[in-house]
């Protein structure tokens, strides 16, 4: 467990003021006379809960807290999506579309994605959401080690309680720095990426900042140091979606930028396809 832990929800967020109300509801949270973004702060022995106005990708006013991590519980939105659960860091690898600022990524947790998105997945029922690893994307930008928990994806999801109280048990049981995994940065692959959830339920990888396919055009030496550099945990390898980097030059580029700046880093590199076709052998 961290020292100091910030869950922080948003009032315009339905998902996340569901989680919120298990969060006090079943953990044991009591008000404080501390003031928040004009909300009163909960707080148990573990962590402080806090409640600000705005949409939490644009929640800037979290660098204002004195927590070591912050972790925001929030809604995931996919216009047709299933009912879905999942972790991602916040970070933007070009135009800050969604909060954050331009080419710059947060500091985050490799361990505590890890920890999460397996614990998801075991506590969730698979016949009812889907459980999965989204890449690093939208804001804000946070100064701490920052996390988002989602629970997904229509307005009908929003207000599921039983998903909403899964969300705020993991986060209670499993905001831990783990020492026994082999931290990495996740390369390529689909915005939903199934191949690094699979990685992190089968293995020690842990996956902190992730870039998709759709960003490689942004990728270069210096968000690749970014990733490496606000990752809490010390990055070992770079995991790479070698099926989905793109095709030609461009894949060829993006192979070369990964190579040099693991022989810069002394990194290891890895197929994540090649990985997971190794376990099905053994």
Known sequence: MLNKCAIVCSEVDKASM???KKLIENFDFKETEEIFDNNIVFKNNQFKLFTIKENLVFADIVNNLNEDMIIFASKHSSKNGPKTLTVHAPGNWGKA????KNRTLSKTSASIIRNYIRNLNQKADKNECEVVIEQTHHGPTVDKCSVFIELGS???????EKA????????????IIEKEIKAAIGIGGMHYNKEFTKLMLRTNFALGHMCPEYSLNELDFEMLAQAYEKTVEKVEAIVVDYKAIGCGEKKQSIKKLIDDFAKDKNLEVYRVRKILDELKTK
């Open 18 to 20: 569901i989680v919120r």
């Open 97 to 100: 579309n969604f909060g954050g």
């Open 154 to 160: 229509r307005e009908e999801h929003y207000g599921d």
């Open 164 to 175: 909403a109280n899964i969300i705020a048990e993991t986060i209670i049981e499993k905001t």
